[in-house]
């Protein structure tokens, strides 16, 4: 059995309407799960990004980059595992403020998790915390049996180390049809 | 009235755009893409495009189908034959929903289609409203590509998009809905083509390293092997194929969807490939050292067991789609890119070749299947008729030039087994899909796209019954195809599977039938039941020589099995004689 490992899959895109929908599509054929998804603008004016994690073997990963690169209006879809990739996502936690004058504890746990304090209102505070997986669940962890409000992670987000060449690539389509 | 030519001219005399509905933009923009025919069946969401078809109907002939399926299919059939783009037409919601089997079959089959929704107007998008359907949704995972146009300006650029897509690389169907304000809504209309869109790349560039270790392999092959699919007829790459075959002796398969793009009497052409495709041919696959695939994508019925499947060999794939390399099978050498370009360059390359003795084991593999299968199918010794036998008849009485529209079955794999082919582009059926209903519409459209051409349908007697209603389409249009149905009583390959697999329980597929004749015959068709022997050939040969549409009932064996057979997950090599 080939080995499964988390990639990443970077789709470059026109900003159309339907895309997400195809996309999806192609994951929920073959039944594999998306870990996480995240849609933003890029570097390049009207195109799209996407960063879907899946967990899966590289066959499938190949077989299914290959399948995304087929729809008309993806310009290139790239892949890379952890290795290659800069990554990180993002959690907020939203706790009740009187914990960070009755647990003094709390504010240890804030301090050396590397978080942000983004707001704090009379009821409660917002604490942020980017990184790794790994590092947002110690945190979740730690917290948790003071108790947690709210709590949200983001899709994974993330840069290549190698280039993917995309502006070249529309620059040489524009060359060729003006 | 102002045609499209006569548009173009006053912009061009004074600079102007000429001020149009939307819907009158959408026959404009299929004339100028040099449509002339297009399928459909009117509705609310559609109607002002309609109503310009009325206007139109001197350069645009509409054919109403008696069933949005219909449409599809019969688009289909007109794109297979003549290689240029089909269109159908229908409205919202269910009109819609009813062409959706035809564009899954386009999608698997890779038939360039555009299809035209009317959907509700803009403001109702969303609120549930009649006939309001999500077609876009549920078109998706169906279409190459798809679309929803709400404003009338966005027409032309759109329909150019469409009718690009649907035809460049490897081809497929689109469908655009439009919703029906912008029908009725006036723009300034201008058109030009499509020609590129800048996150499409439909045909890679050919890499010419990999066509020289491509050489190198073939070269230094042994026992080389062919098999080559649609994609040689669709990329135009007949004449390329012939001389490849040619110049190296190698022999060369055809998937079903291939089958015709090599002359059947062809003597390098050994037979068809796939579950009930010829003994030797599927056996050697397994034996070969090299297999050379051509525009084909090693579907499973193809194939069969991936993981025995041709491990001896090492593979060459010629393919337009990136996305297929790899997918099956591992290629060793991929030459992505137009099959007809890498063809033609990778001859000079190549070496002549006989590869006599290896031809001998073809030759003697024929021999077994002849000897057990062939021979009583084509020419029986017992009372019952054979599939096998009528399918001859009609080889002889069309002479090898007939486009042969079949449906799915037993019928179909005995009609792609012995159908003999002059000529490219004559064998129509519905390969990836396996759609029941194909063949009477296909074979409408399919004698549209080719005027010039006898085109038989060949249909189960449950087929037949899923789209029977377009006799209707036939009656009123006078399309001169002609009809053969091949009738078993049963639902013949599902009870087949049943006999092999599931110890002759044969649930729900022996079936009472109307009298085909007569129902024909309510339509005006000049119709025939075939019951005996001595009857068969004179029935044949009059069809054929008959000017307008024809229907031919043919009384078969009703528990025939089609052999030689690959069973579903089985190994190439353990292909079945019976
Ligand atoms: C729309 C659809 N429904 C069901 C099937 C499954 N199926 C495949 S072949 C077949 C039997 C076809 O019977 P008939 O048209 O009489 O042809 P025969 O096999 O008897 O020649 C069936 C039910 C199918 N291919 N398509
Ligand atoms: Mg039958």
């Known amino acids: 059995m080939e080995e499964r490992k988390t990639f990443t899959i970077s789709i470059y895109s026109e900003n159309s309407v339907g895309l997400l929908n195809r996309i999806s599509g192609i994951f929920l054929k073959r039944h594999i799960n998306i870990e996480s998804l995240n849609v933003s603008g890029s570097e390049i004016e009207d195109v799209m990004r996407f960063i879907i994690v899946v967990n899966t073997t590289e066959t499938w990963v190949r077989n299914i980059v290959g399948q995304i690169n087929k729809q008309v209006d993806v310009i290139n879809t790239y892949y890379h595992d952890d290795e290659q990739t800069i990554f990180l996502e993002t959690a907020l936690f939203k706790i009740a403020s009187h914990l960070l004058f009755d647990e003094r504890q709390i504010q240890n746990i804030i301090k050396e998790s590397h978080s942000d304090i983004v707001t704090v209102a009379r009821d409660f505070f917002v604490i942020s915390k980017s990184g790794r997986r790994d590092e947002i669940e110690e945190l979740y962890s730690k917290l948790r049996p003071y108790g947690i409000m709210q709590f949200v992670r983001s899709g994974r987000v993330s840069v290549s180390k190698s280039e993917m060449h995309i502006s070249a690539m529309l620059r040489a389509f524009q060359n060729e049809t003006v | 009235m102002m045609d499209v030519k006569t548009i173009k001219k006053e912009q061009s005399k004074t600079g102007t755009k000429v001020r149009i509905t939307g819907a009158e933009a959408v026959i404009h923009c299929l004339l100028a893409e040099g449509v002339d025919t297009i399928y459909g069946y009117p509705g609310g969401a559609i109607m002002p495009v309609y109503d310009e078809l009325y206007k139109f109907q001197d350069k645009l002939h ?97 329909m150019a998009k469409a009718f690009y897509i649907a035809r460049s690389g490897r081809p497929g169907p689109v469908l655009v809905d439009i919703t029906k304000n912008a029908q009725f809504e006036e723009f300034d209309f201008e058109y030009s083509k499509c020609t590129a869109v800048r996150s499409y790349n439909p045909v890679p560039k050919i890499d010419t390293e990999k066509l020289q270790q491509a050489a190198d392999l073939i070269n230094s092959a042994k026992k080389p092997f062919i ?89 060459i794939h010629f393919e337009i789609d990136p996305a297929e390399i790899n997918k099956n099978v591992h290629a060793d050498v991929p030459v992505l890119g137009n099959v007809k370009d890498a063809l033609e360059q990778i001859l000079p390359l190549l070496k002549e070749n006989k590869h006599e003795s290896w031809h001998e084991v073809f030759k003697a593999k024929y021999a077994i299947e002849f000897d057990q299968v062939i021979k009583n199918d084509l020419y029986p010794e017992k009372e019952g008729l054979t599939m096998g036998e009528v399918i001859e008849s009609i080889n002889e009485a069309s002479k090898h030039e ?37 063949a009477l519409p296909a074979s409408i459209g399919a004698k549209m796209g080719a005027p010039e051409r006898e085109v038989v349908a060949i249909i189960g007697d449950g087929g037949y019954q899923m789209t029977i209603q377009e006799l209707g389409t036939i009656f009123q249009t006078k399309v001169p195809v002609k009809i053969v149905v091949l009738n078993n009583e049963f639902l013949g390959m599902v009870r087949q599977w049943q006999q092999l697999f599931f110890d002759k329980r044969y649930a729900s597929t022996e079936m009472t039938n109307p009298d085909f004749v007569t129902i024909a015959k309510g339509y005006h068709i000049p119709a025939v039941r075939v019951t005996k022997r001595e009857d068969l050939k004179g029935a044949v040969e009059e069809m054929i020589a008959s000017e307008g549409p024809y229907f031919l009932e043919v009384m078969v064996e009703k528990e025939d099995n089609v052999f030689p057979m690959v069973p579903t997950g089985a190994s190439v090599s353990d292909v079945r004689l019976s």
């Not at chain 2, 190698?250 to 009930?276: D, E």
């Not at chain 2, 179909?412 to 209903?437: D, E, H, P, V, W």
């Open chain 2, 227 to 315: 098999i080559w699919g649609q994609g040689i007829i669709l990329g135009k790459a007949e004449e390329e194929l012939k001389a490849f075959v040619e110049k190296t002796g190698i022999p060369a398969a055809w998937t079903i969807l291939g089958a015709s793009a090599l002359s059947s009497s062809h003597p390098l052409n050994v037979g068809m490939v796939g579950m009930h495709g010829n003994y030797g041919p599927n056996l050697l696959t397994n034996e070969c050292d090299l297999l050379i695939a051509l525009g084909m994508r090693f579907d499973d019925r193809v194939t069969g067991d991936l993981s025995t499947y041709a491990r001896q060999a090492k593979v």
């Open chain 2, 62 to 158: 509409h054919v109403l189908t008696r069933h949005e399926q219909g449409a599809t299919h019969a688009a289909q059939g007109y794109a297979r034959v003549s290689g240029r783009v089909g269109v159908a037409i229908a409205t919202s919601g269910p009109g819609a929903t009813n062409l959706v089997t035809g564009i899954a079959d386009a999608q698997i089959d890779s038939t360039p289609l555009v299809c035209i929704t009317g959907q509700v107007a803009r403001h109702l998008l969303g609120s549930d409203a009649f006939q309001e359907t999500d077609i876009i949704g549920i078109s998706t995972p169906v279409t190459k590509w798809n679309y929803q146009i709400t404003k009338a300006s966005e027409i032309p650029e759109i």
């Open chain 2, 402 to 438: 007939a486009v042969i529209v079949s449906d799915v079955g037993q019928h179909q794999m005995i009609a792609c087994r012995y159908a003999k082919f002059n000529t490219s582009k004559s064998n129509i059926t519905s390969g990836g899909l396996g759609t029941m209903g194909f």
